[in-house]
Protein backbone atom coordinates (compact mmCIF):
# COMPACT_ATOMS: atom_id res chain seq x y z
CA UNK A 1 0.00 0.00 0.00
CA UNK A 2 1.09 3.43 -0.94
CA UNK A 3 1.22 6.13 1.92
CA UNK A 4 1.18 9.80 1.04
CA UNK A 5 3.46 11.96 3.22
CA UNK A 6 3.05 15.81 3.50
CA UNK A 7 5.93 17.85 3.50
CA UNK A 8 6.21 19.28 6.94
CA UNK A 9 9.22 20.45 8.79
CA UNK A 10 8.91 19.10 12.14
CA UNK A 11 5.98 19.36 13.89
CA UNK A 12 5.02 22.67 13.28
CA UNK A 13 1.80 23.41 11.79
CA UNK A 14 1.11 27.24 10.21
CA UNK A 15 2.00 29.68 7.63
CA UNK A 16 5.41 31.15 7.06
CA UNK A 17 5.79 34.33 7.26
CA UNK A 18 6.32 34.74 2.98
CA UNK A 19 2.82 33.40 2.69
CA UNK A 20 0.95 35.45 5.13
CA UNK A 21 2.59 38.64 3.29
CA UNK A 22 1.82 36.92 -0.09
CA UNK A 23 -1.81 36.92 1.26
CA UNK A 24 -1.76 40.38 2.42
CA UNK A 25 -0.75 41.44 -0.79
CA UNK A 26 -3.31 39.74 -2.66
CA UNK A 27 -6.17 41.20 -0.78
CA UNK A 28 -4.34 44.27 -0.48
CA UNK A 29 -4.36 44.58 -5.06
CA UNK A 30 -8.06 43.30 -4.67
CA UNK A 31 -9.19 45.96 -2.28
CA UNK A 32 -7.67 48.84 -4.56
CA UNK A 33 -9.12 47.71 -7.36
CA UNK A 34 -12.66 47.62 -5.88
CA UNK A 35 -12.28 51.20 -4.13
CA UNK A 36 -11.22 52.41 -7.54
CA UNK A 37 -14.21 50.93 -9.27
CA UNK A 38 -16.39 51.56 -6.90
CA UNK A 39 -15.53 55.49 -6.87
CA UNK A 40 -15.65 55.38 -10.87
CA UNK A 41 -19.33 54.22 -10.17
CA UNK A 42 -20.01 57.17 -7.75
CA UNK A 43 -18.26 59.75 -9.79
CA UNK A 44 -20.23 58.48 -13.01
CA UNK A 45 -23.64 58.68 -10.84
CA UNK A 46 -23.00 62.33 -9.74
CA UNK A 47 -22.15 63.72 -12.92
CA UNK A 48 -25.44 61.95 -14.32
CA UNK A 49 -27.64 63.02 -11.29
CA UNK A 50 -25.63 66.61 -12.14
CA UNK A 51 -27.11 66.73 -15.41
CA UNK A 52 -30.15 65.67 -14.58
CA UNK A 53 -30.57 69.11 -12.47
CA UNK A 54 -28.93 71.26 -15.36
CA UNK A 55 -31.30 69.88 -17.91
CA UNK A 56 -34.09 70.61 -14.93
CA UNK A 57 -32.95 74.01 -14.61
CA UNK A 58 -32.67 74.68 -18.27
CA UNK A 59 -36.48 74.17 -18.76
CA UNK A 60 -37.02 76.16 -15.72
CA UNK A 61 -35.40 79.04 -16.88
CA UNK A 62 -36.82 78.14 -20.31
CA UNK A 63 -40.34 78.91 -18.29
CA UNK A 64 -38.95 82.32 -16.70
CA UNK A 65 -38.14 83.40 -20.02
CA UNK A 66 -41.32 82.43 -21.89
CA UNK A 67 -43.31 84.07 -18.61
CA UNK A 68 -41.21 87.47 -18.22
CA UNK A 69 -39.80 87.96 -21.74
CA UNK A 70 -35.98 87.40 -20.46
CA UNK A 71 -34.06 85.30 -18.25
CA UNK A 72 -33.48 86.23 -14.64
CA UNK A 73 -31.33 89.50 -14.34
CA UNK A 74 -31.29 89.74 -10.41
CA UNK A 75 -30.64 87.72 -7.45
CA UNK A 76 -34.45 87.27 -6.93
CA UNK A 77 -35.34 86.60 -9.97
CA UNK A 78 -32.78 83.61 -10.33
CA UNK A 79 -34.74 82.67 -7.12
CA UNK A 80 -38.34 82.51 -9.15
CA UNK A 81 -36.87 80.41 -11.67
CA UNK A 82 -37.56 78.33 -8.91
CA UNK A 83 -34.52 75.48 -9.95
CA UNK A 84 -34.02 72.44 -7.97
CA UNK A 85 -30.37 70.84 -7.16
CA UNK A 86 -29.43 67.85 -5.61
CA UNK A 87 -27.27 69.52 -3.34
CA UNK A 88 -24.96 66.91 -2.32
CA UNK A 89 -23.46 65.94 -5.77
CA UNK A 90 -21.74 69.24 -5.60
CA UNK A 91 -18.28 70.01 -4.68
CA UNK A 92 -18.61 72.39 -1.14
CA UNK A 93 -15.72 74.06 1.06
CA UNK A 94 -13.10 73.79 -1.45
CA UNK A 95 -11.35 77.35 -0.78
CA UNK A 96 -11.64 79.85 -3.33
CA UNK A 97 -13.65 78.00 -5.57
CA UNK A 98 -17.20 77.83 -5.44
CA UNK A 99 -19.59 74.79 -7.58
CA UNK A 100 -21.79 76.46 -9.47
CA UNK A 101 -22.29 79.47 -11.38
CA UNK A 102 -25.08 81.23 -13.65
CA UNK A 103 -24.04 83.41 -15.97
CA UNK A 104 -26.41 86.13 -17.85
CA UNK A 105 -25.24 88.02 -21.33
CA UNK A 106 -27.18 91.46 -21.21
CA UNK A 107 -25.74 92.17 -24.64
CA UNK A 108 -26.66 89.08 -26.25
CA UNK A 109 -29.70 87.41 -24.06
CA UNK A 110 -28.54 84.57 -23.36
CA UNK A 111 -27.82 82.56 -20.10
CA UNK A 112 -25.25 79.50 -19.37
CA UNK A 113 -24.94 77.29 -15.93
CA UNK A 114 -21.69 75.39 -15.24
CA UNK A 115 -21.44 73.67 -12.23
CA UNK A 116 -18.93 71.11 -10.44
CA UNK A 117 -19.28 67.93 -9.01
CA UNK A 118 -18.07 66.67 -5.83
CA UNK A 119 -14.21 66.13 -5.54
CA UNK A 120 -14.06 68.49 -8.55
CA UNK A 121 -14.08 64.84 -10.64
CA UNK A 122 -16.65 65.93 -13.21
CA UNK A 123 -17.72 69.96 -14.46
CA UNK A 124 -20.61 70.47 -16.59
CA UNK A 125 -22.00 73.33 -18.19
CA UNK A 126 -25.13 74.22 -20.32
CA UNK A 127 -26.06 77.47 -21.99
CA UNK A 128 -29.27 79.16 -23.41
CA UNK A 129 -28.44 77.86 -27.24
CA UNK A 130 -26.44 74.46 -26.40
CA UNK A 131 -26.89 71.00 -24.27
CA UNK A 132 -24.62 69.92 -21.93
CA UNK A 133 -21.10 69.75 -22.02
CA UNK A 134 -19.14 67.98 -19.78
CA UNK A 135 -15.97 69.03 -19.05
CA UNK A 136 -13.06 69.08 -16.28
CA UNK A 137 -14.41 69.68 -13.05
CA UNK A 138 -11.17 72.21 -12.30
CA UNK A 139 -11.77 74.50 -14.96
CA UNK A 140 -15.69 75.05 -13.66
CA UNK A 141 -15.26 78.89 -12.75
CA UNK A 142 -17.48 82.33 -12.99
CA UNK A 143 -15.42 83.29 -16.02
CA UNK A 144 -15.18 80.18 -17.54
CA UNK A 145 -19.21 79.63 -17.44
CA UNK A 146 -19.44 83.66 -18.79
CA UNK A 147 -17.06 82.45 -22.03
CA UNK A 148 -19.21 80.25 -23.11
CA UNK A 149 -22.00 82.89 -24.20
CA UNK A 150 -19.08 85.26 -25.77
CA UNK A 151 -18.17 87.11 -22.88
CA UNK A 152 -14.45 87.76 -21.60
CA UNK A 153 -15.03 87.34 -18.38
CA UNK A 154 -17.34 87.32 -15.20
CA UNK A 155 -16.32 91.06 -15.24
CA UNK A 156 -17.24 91.70 -18.60
CA UNK A 157 -19.88 94.96 -18.62
CA UNK A 158 -22.30 92.68 -19.77
CA UNK A 159 -21.97 89.70 -17.50
CA UNK A 160 -24.50 89.00 -14.35
CA UNK A 161 -23.07 86.52 -12.58
CA UNK A 162 -24.23 84.42 -9.52
CA UNK A 163 -22.68 81.72 -7.74
CA UNK A 164 -24.29 78.97 -5.97
CA UNK A 165 -22.25 78.53 -2.97
CA UNK A 166 -20.51 81.12 -0.84
CA UNK A 167 -16.48 80.76 -1.67
CA UNK A 168 -15.06 78.27 0.41
CA UNK A 169 -18.17 77.57 2.55
CA UNK A 170 -20.80 74.99 2.92
CA UNK A 171 -23.59 78.14 2.64
CA UNK A 172 -26.02 77.28 -0.59
CA UNK A 173 -27.54 80.67 -1.97
CA UNK A 174 -31.63 80.73 -1.71
CA UNK A 175 -31.26 80.24 -5.69
CA UNK A 176 -29.87 76.61 -5.75
CA UNK A 177 -33.29 74.90 -3.81
CA UNK A 178 -33.16 71.33 -3.02
Not at 45 to 70: E, H, P
Amino acid sequence: MLKLHAFSRGQHKGFTIVEVLLVVVVVGILAGIILVAYNGVQDRSRASVAQTDLNGAKKRLGLYQARNGKYPTTFQQLVDANMHFSKSVYEVNTPGKGNMYYCYNTATGQFALGARTVGSATGLIITSSSNIKSVSGSIITANYVCTTIGLTSSSDANATTFQGLETGTANWRDWVQS
